[in-house]
Nanobody
Framework: VQLQASGGGLVQAGGSLRLACAASVNIFSFNTMNWYRQAPGKQRELVAS???????NYADSVKGRFTISRDNAKNTVYLQMNRLNPEDTAVYYC????????????WGQGTLVTVSS
């Protein structure tokens, strides 16, 4: 399984970016598709999740600014990030997780998002 993350870059505070995570397999095979991020010197944190039923969950720090979505036909998950601020600067990772047997947990390579003030 491969997860290819893209869409990162440099943006000014208040701007927007859309990340994409393209999977090499049917994303319905996973219970959740997730976006994590890791800022310099900090632990990796869960930013947003979306289930096969399209239920979503967000970290408090991004609620109302970020939107996770999925295109099942393209096996791709998106993270629309609006009103970015410097605290959003991090490497963003795509994750695919299955909790029912056979359990699985796959990670993409990460894409860097840098927000300048």
């Amino acid at each position: 399984v491969q997860l290819q993350a893209s869409g990162g870059g440099l943006v000014q505070a208040g701007g927007s970016l859309r990340l994409a995570c393209a999977a090499s397999v049917n994303i319905f095979s996973f219970n959740t598709m997730n976006w994590y991020r890791q800022a310099p010197g900090k632990q990796r944190e869960l930013v947003a999740s979306i289930t096969t039923g399209a239920a979503t969950n967000y970290a408090d720090s991004v609620k109302g600014r970020f939107t996770i979505s999925r295109d099942n036909a393209k096996n791709t998950v998106y993270l629309q990030m609006n009103r970015l601020n410097p605290e959003d600067t991090a490497v963003y990772y795509c994750n695919a997780n299955r909790v029912v047997p056979p359990r699985a947990d796959y990670w993409g390579q990460g894409t860097l998002v840098t927000v300048s003030s």
